[in-house]
């Protein structure tokens, strides 16, 4: 885990802070973030964390509403099946131009990235794992060097933390998953028809783990949910 928590000092750093902490699902759908009170735990004012809680709101982490405040985005059962059906439509074609174009470097970087996500399933930090996991899907869209297609999927996957953290059915389903390392032997193999047909059994497996009604949560405090 970066330690941008500890000293933020600018709207990016801590804008990069309160986004690890939705990923990682310490911060949960639906929960109010105070201006007040962020300001209070990251020792900033109230001028850096608004701007960071409206670089959020652009990325579509953060719902800002008029009078009430900023609050985590809370994907509705619509827009959760939207989110994975437009991954399903673009992320095997970014697999399959992955696998043309691979090198031993990216190779590399993936087993490593595999292998950080396994060491924080080992030490008990699944939300973490589940971050990882979800950046190993960036990655492949990176190597398929098509930048328009990988901004896109950076956001679905961003937005795919906060459907799991409202409708995932086992909370470690994704980790416990294998195909991650199914698509690294499809990749060194420059096996293109191959790591698309796998990326696609992937998504539609990780559709069928949502539990697609509308789910409600009760969390930690916000103070214990930041905590350094």
Known sequence: MSDTRSHPASPDTLAISLTEAIHEHRVLPGMKLSEDEVGDIYGVGRTVVRQALR???H??????????????????VKEAREVFEARALLE???????????????????RAHIADEHAALDAGQHGRALNLSGHFHVEIA??????????FIRQLVSRSSLV?????????AMCESHAHHALLEALSAHDGAGAEELMKGHL?????????????????????????
């Open 55 to 57: 670089s959020l709101a």
């Open 204 to 228: 539609l497996d990780l559709l069928s783990q949502l539990d697609l009604r509308d789910q409600a949560w009760t969390g930690v405090s916000l103070r214990e949910a930041l905590r350094p």
């Open 92 to 110: 095997p074609r970014m697999a399959r131009a992955a696998a043309e174009r691979t090198t031993k470097e990216d190779m590399a970087l993936l």
């Open 59 to 76: 990325d579509g982490l953060v719902s800002i509403e008029r009078n009430r405040g900023a609050f985590v985005a809370r994907p509705s």
């Open 164 to 172: 799991i953290a409202l409708y995932w059915r086992r909370r470690n």
């Open 142 to 151: 990176r190597i398929a060097d098509q930048a328009t297609v990988e901004g």
